[in-house]
């Protein structure tokens, strides 16, 4: 089932809104805030073994957490952060994803010192198959799995499947494409 036809079939309701509210305006539209590129990444490392609408309600909790998506800010994050990160019950208190968010906050700092910014790091990769993005991110960041490397890049963009062909927002997607 896409996450377009998983949308359709859901009941009016919050859950439907939170759902929509991303697929609609979000998933699959190309980033290139380095910061905003972070936060989807973390969002998406958080998700796994979690439903993505966990993730969508937790959505603000972590923006407040994460320092908004600094990506500066949350590199520098102290022993005390990371205490505060597995001590709010507002995100996923998990030690490998806090550890994975910080490191990985470094690495771009690193990716941004060498490219500019992470998002023409992203670029100068770009376009490339799905199984070596995923070789590319399990050798940069931690917490990098293969469904989490094709979620992260579809959610961006990066990669073919984030919309079914006859969704609206796939249509939308190609104007906008084809305008660049």
């Avoid at 805030?33 to 993505?52: C, H, K, P, V, Y």
């Avoid at 500019?116 to 376009?127: V, Y």
């Avoid at 940069?140 to 079914?164: C, D, K, Q, W, Y």
Wanted: charged share 25%.
């Amino acid at each position: 089932m896409t996450y377009c036809s998983y949308i359709e079939q859901l009941p009016e309701g919050d859950k439907k809104t939170l759902h929509k509210n991303y697929h609609d305006n979000h998933y699959g539209f190309p980033l290139t805030d380095d910061n905003e590129l972070f936060g989807r990444l973390l969002m998406e490392i958080n998700q796994a073994g979690l439903s993505w609408e966990t993730i969508l309600k937790k959505e603000s909790a972590f923006r407040i957490a994460y320092r908004n998506f600094n990506i500066a800010q949350v590199a520098a994050f102290s022993e005390e952060d990371r205490d505060r990160l597995l001590n709010d019950a507002g995100i996923i208190r998990n030690r490998l994803k806090v550890n994975a968010a910080i490191e990985n906050a470094r690495t771009i700092l690193t990716l941004q010192q060498e490219f500019g910014s992470f998002s023409q790091w992203l670029a100068h990769h770009h376009p490339q198959p799905k199984e070596d993005w995923v070789k590319l991110f399990k050798k940069t960041f931690r917490f990098t799995g293969g469904e989490i490397v094709n979620e992260f890049l579809m959610s961006i963009g990066f990669l073919p499947g984030a919309h079914a062909e006859d969704c609206p927002v796939y249509k939308q997607l190609l104007l906008q494409s084809e305008k660049q």
